[in-house]
């Protein structure tokens, strides 16, 4: 933060993020969905033990224990939000109503953005991911690009706004991965080329690839319930040259992960025909971007038939974040074809902050394009929001300790991250454990979760979060503080 300190988090700091209990805890799950990915199913009576914010055993028991915890309803793992703009929380309800597209909504988009500054930003990011917190999700992907102060003047810290996300993150009990991203031009002309950045833009700019990298070495260390990533915002702000620059930068950054925008609307797609003879996924893998860092490509959504066979030969993987394009009209993406492909899913603009509607619009979209149901299982859509999503945010299981230290899994040697969902409501009336997954997916909504635990920590209880109880008010007051 620039000026005023960030409020402690719910454990009682600041900036360092969550601190970890020290005793162990055994909690009895009536219902438990233990690997989202494996199948549809719940298991009844779960014991599951926790010690140092990571889960040490799993158990079946058909009763409580003495000193277990009951946890009514279904107990998931928690769930990664892996493409955010907290900033764009302020522009729910508040654009788009009128017709206009895209890109008129991006206009308003950079109006918010302009308004913004360390404080105030946290202050919106705090209660942003408070509300995240209460639908379930455990871990942020923050796809970050408004860093510098009006003008592209640099504040005192270059990484203000950064430190100020990562700082928001912490005191709502969340971890966060920083996916600091490199935002060069201001746009791709299909006639003139790569456009100077101008107005909000320049806040965004740093002076080159070389430029962004040194900043971003900066961050570093972030605390421990943060990680930096590397994200290009997209073939439009970033001209080939820096986006081979990135490419061979990010490994000598130790970057978490790696992120970038493509193929969201057809006007991205027919700039870069115009101008570089190919599409952005061609691009992207002639700079090497898309080999070196197997990044996430967010939105994929008007990728070619040799584009897809690109992505699944690097490794590359893909977020979708359906609510988000279906308010922007982006189109509908592939999802058969991306069938291969790593999955995670981001709620993006926060049209809604629901990894159930995610999950379920995907496969929602995919049936409209193409007439046909069931694409993909339930359980599949889960695990994108879970186990697949944290590992694109570089949660994943370490293969050097045995496949522990993950998330998005209730395992032994998991992170202690766990969401109860109600059952008693109207939406899961008629609850079948042995379609669990499709119950989730089909019925349930960010208001049917009653517990978060977030690195063996609790965050939210009987639905109100216990760091931040009066989280609407305080998002309230943030959003009419940026709107005027």
């Known amino acids: 933060m620039s000026t005023a300190a960030p409020e402690a988090s719910a454990a009682g700091t600041a900036g360092p993020g969550p601190a970890r209990p020290r005793t162990a805890r055994r909690y009895w799950c009536e219902w438990a969905l233990l690997d989202a990915g494996a199948g549809p199913a719940a298991a009844p009576g779960v014991l599951v033990d926790v010690d140092g914010g990571v889960i040490t055993s799993v158990a079946r028991d058909t009763r409580p224990p003495d000193g277990a915890e009951r946890l009514s309803g279904l107990t998931v793992a928690g769930f990664a939000d892996a493409h955010s703009h907290a900033f764009h929380r302020a522009l729910r309800g508040r654009t788009g109503e009128d017709g206009g597209s895209f890109w008129t909504w991006r206009a308003r988009m950079y109006e918010a953005a302009g ?26 992907g923050e796809f970050h690009y408004l860093h510098h102060a009006p003008g592209g003047a640099r504040y005192g810290d270059p990484n203000a706004m950064g ?10 009990g969340v971890r966060i991965t920083l996916l600091d991203t490199c935002y060069l031009a201001g746009g791709l002309d299909a006639r003139n080329g790569y456009t100077q950045l101008e107005g909000i833009q320049l806040r965004f700019g740093d002076a080159g690839a070389d430029g962004w990298a040194e900043r971003v070495a900066d961050l570093r260390p972030a605390g421990s ?12 702000a970033v001209p080939p040259a820096d986006l081979a620059r990135i490419a061979r930068a990010a490994p000598e950054a130790e ?3 790696a992120h970038i925008h493509v193929s969201e609307q057809p006007a991205e797609n027919a700039a870069c025909a115009a101008v570089h003879g190919r599409t952005p996924v061609r691009l992207l893998d002639d700079t090497g971007f898309l080999a070196a860092l197997r990044p996430t490509l967010v ?3 008007h990728l070619t038939g040799a584009d897809t066979a690109l992505v699944r030969g690097t490794g590359a993987g893909v977020c979708l974040c359906p609510t988000t394009e279906r308010d922007l009209a982006d189109g509908l993406p592939d999802l058969g074809r ?15 902050i629901d990894m159930f509607a995610e999950a379920r619009g995907a496969e929602e979209h995919e049936r409209l394009r193409t007439g046909r149901r069931g694409t993909r299982p339930a359980h599949r ?23 522990s230290g993950g998330a998005g899994r209730i395992a032994a040697g998991a992170r202690a991250d766990l969401a109860t969902i109600a059952l008693d409501g109207v939406r899961l009336a008629g609850f079948d454990p042995g379609r669990a997954a499709d119950a989730l997916v089909w019925g349930a909504g960010a208001a049917d979760v009653r517990h978060v635990m977030a690195d063996g920590r609790w965050i939210v209880r009987d639905g109100v979060h ?12 943030a959003i009419t503080e940026l709107t005027g």
């Open 163 to 172: 430190r100020a996300l990562i700082a928001a993150a912490a005191d709502a």
């Open 255 to 257: 970057s978490a992960a």
């Open 466 to 477: 216990t760091a931040i109880p009066d989280a609407p008010a305080r998002l309230h007051a």
């Open 225 to 236: 319930h943060a990680r930096i990533g590397a994200a290009a915002h997209s073939v439009r």
């Open 338 to 352: 991306l069938a291969a492909a790593p999955l995670s899913l981001g709620t993006d603009g926060h049209t809604a």
């Open 299 to 301: 939105h994929a959504t």
């Open 381 to 403: 859509l889960l695990q994108a929001a879970q186990a697949d999503g944290h590992a694109a945010l570089g949660w994943a299981p370490d293969a050097a300790t045995g496949g």
């Open 115 to 140: 308004r913004l500054d360390p404080d105030s930003y946290h202050r919106l990011a705090r209660a942003v991911y408070a509300e995240m917190a209460l639908a379930g999700i455990t871990c942020v």
